[in-house]
């Protein structure tokens, strides 16, 4: 009886090997430093200890099974994702890659996954497709995809304004979003008024994309929704001010990282919008550790995708729990399909048709 109340212990015969791929130094390491605490912290919580030092991997015990886990800097390009996944497949033979930042260089990990028989988890690179067109029974994901973002703004949005414009950086990612506001928003009852503009991913200068949104403004637009990814959000942000965008309708976005949040957000105090992990917003007891040991350890606390790494950690684990240590696809897809666990943002549920992480999502009034 007292056995049956303790939870499942896990022990695995050989070490179970993690290859983590995340942005370290390219265009969008401002998120990967979040992975690269959120992720460690997830397997220090499970383990009850910090990692060791190995031969080129951090070591963690869990219970009686050894996850070591190997990390690799990918730079959001999709070229250097494939060549440190591939290494980490077929020469340091790990059983799980977990990332990454940019959707289009998470799709490369998702076939390399697939073409190996090994199991990818996304965090937390939020393109539709990776659980969508691009779907494949070896990807998983705990990051939320673009239509959870959509409909929880969407929500909201449309019990504020009936007409909309939007703009989006032309890749996956942005196009899923795209696509994904103007399902939503059109579901909720609002209506778009012009077709959809799309920048490169690097666009420094949004001068040329605001003359569109203020056509738009002239056929009726009532807000304009952005959705952007990265350090891009203040040139935008510059040239709908510079060109009275801002002086003609409010623009609507979900709230980012808290890096970006005092540029982008500063004359914005008193809006409402979505959000999909603020660690003031999480209540329960996982999320009050990561934010005690983040601010400890890092002198910050948990920003956008620190919850999105800690439970990639903890579906490796729970995963490898349900399969007896079985670190072989053919026995976790099963078992993962449908599972449930419980990380920083609550309980999240693996979808089993489509392996989406079915999550809490917040709408919050921006105080300060």
């Given at each position: 009886?007292?056995?049956?109340?303790?939870?499942?212990?896990?022990?695995?015969?050989?070490?179970?090997?993690?290859?983590l791929?995340?942005?370290?130094?390219?265009?969008l390491?401002?998120?990967?430093?979040?992975v690269?605490r959120?992720?460690?912290?997830?397997?220090?919580?499970?383990?009850?200890?910090?990692?060791m030092?190995?031969?080129?991997f951090?070591?963690y015990?869990?219970?009686?099974?050894?996850?070591?886990?190997?990390?690799?800097?990918?730079?959001?390009?999709p070229e250097i994702?494939?060549?440190?996944?591939?290494?980490?497949?077929e020469?340091?033979?790990?059983?799980?890659?977990?990332?990454?930042?940019?959707?289009?260089?998470?799709?490369t990990?998702?076939?390399?996954?697939?073409?190996?028989?090994?199991?990818?988890?996304a965090?937390?690179?939020?393109?539709n497709d990776?659980?969508?067109?691009?779907?494949?029974?070896?990807?998983?994901?705990t990051?939320?995809?673009?239509?959870?973002?959509?409909?929880?703004?969407?929500?909201?949005?449309?019990?504020?304004?009936?007409?909309?414009?939007?703009?989006?950086p032309?890749?996956?990612?942005?196009?899923?979003?795209a696509?994904a506001?103007r399902?939503?928003?059109?579901?909720?009852?609002?209506?778009f008024?012009?077709?959809?503009?799309?920048?490169?991913a690097?666009?420094?200068?949004?001068?040329p994309?605001?003359?569109?949104?203020?056509?738009?403004?002239?056929?009726?637009a009532?807000?304009l929704?952005?959705?952007?990814?990265g350090?891009g959000f203040?040139?935008?942000?510059?040239?709908?001010?510079?060109?009275?965008v801002?002086?003609?309708i409010?623009?609507?976005?979900?709230?980012?990282?808290?890096?970006?949040m005092?540029?982008?957000?500063?004359?914005?105090?008193g809006?409402t919008?979505?959000?999909?992990?603020h660690?003031?917003?999480?209540d329960n007891?996982?999320?009050?550790?990561?934010?005690?040991?983040?601010?400890?350890?890092?002198?910050?606390?948990?920003?956008?995708?620190?919850?999105?790494?800690?439970?990639?950690?903890?579906?490796?684990?729970?995963?490898?729990?349900?399969?007896?240590?079985?670190?072989?696809?053919?026995?976790?897809?099963?078992?993962?399909?449908?599972?449930?666990?419980?990380?920083?943002?609550?309980?999240i549920?693996?979808?089993?048709?489509?392996?989406?992480?079915?999550?809490?999502?917040?709408?919050?009034?921006?105080?300060?």
């Amino acid at each position: 009886e007292p056995e049956e109340e303790m939870a499942e212990e896990l022990s695995c015969a050989e070490p179970v090997k993690v290859g983590l791929i995340t942005d370290e130094t390219g265009s969008l390491a401002i998120y990967g430093a979040h992975v690269l605490r959120g992720f460690p912290l997830g397997m220090e919580y499970l383990a009850g200890a910090e990692g060791m030092e190995g031969d080129g991997f951090t070591s963690y015990m869990v219970d009686g099974c050894e996850i070591q886990v190997y990390t690799r800097d990918d730079q959001s390009n999709p070229e250097i994702t494939a060549t440190v996944g591939r290494e980490l497949v077929e020469e340091v033979g790990v059983q799980f890659l977990v990332g990454t930042v940019r959707s289009g260089a998470t799709a490369t990990l998702q076939e390399l996954a697939r073409e190996n028989d090994v199991i990818h988890i996304a965090a937390p690179a939020a393109a539709n497709d990776l659980t969508g067109a691009t779907f494949n029974e070896n990807s998983f994901r705990t990051s939320r995809n673009n239509y959870q973002d959509a409909v929880n703004i969407c929500q909201y949005l449309t019990s504020q304004y009936t007409s909309f414009v939007q703009i989006a950086p032309d890749y996956s990612f942005g196009q899923g979003s795209a696509q994904a506001f103007r399902d939503a928003c059109t579901l909720f009852g609002g209506e778009f008024v012009a077709d959809d503009i799309f920048a490169p991913a690097d666009t420094t200068d949004f001068t040329p994309y605001m003359d569109p949104v203020l056509d738009a403004i002239d056929n009726g637009a009532e807000t304009l929704i952005v959705t952007w990814a990265g350090g891009g959000f203040v040139p935008l942000l510059q040239a709908a001010t510079d060109l009275g965008v801002t002086d003609e309708i409010p623009i609507a976005a979900g709230f980012v990282d808290n890096v970006v949040m005092p540029s982008f957000f500063a004359n914005a105090i008193g809006s409402t919008s979505g959000i999909l992990y603020h660690y003031t917003l999480a209540d329960n007891e996982i999320n009050d550790w990561l934010v005690e040991n983040t601010q400890e350890r890092f002198e910050t606390p948990p920003d956008l995708f620190d919850a999105d790494a800690m439970n990639a950690a903890i579906m490796v684990v729970e995963a490898l729990r349900a399969s007896g240590g079985d670190a072989s696809a053919a026995a976790l897809i099963p078992v993962m399909e449908g599972m449930e666990f419980e990380g920083p943002k609550g309980t999240i549920f693996i979808r089993p048709e489509d392996h989406v992480a079915m999550q809490d999502m917040y709408v919050a009034t921006l105080l300060n």
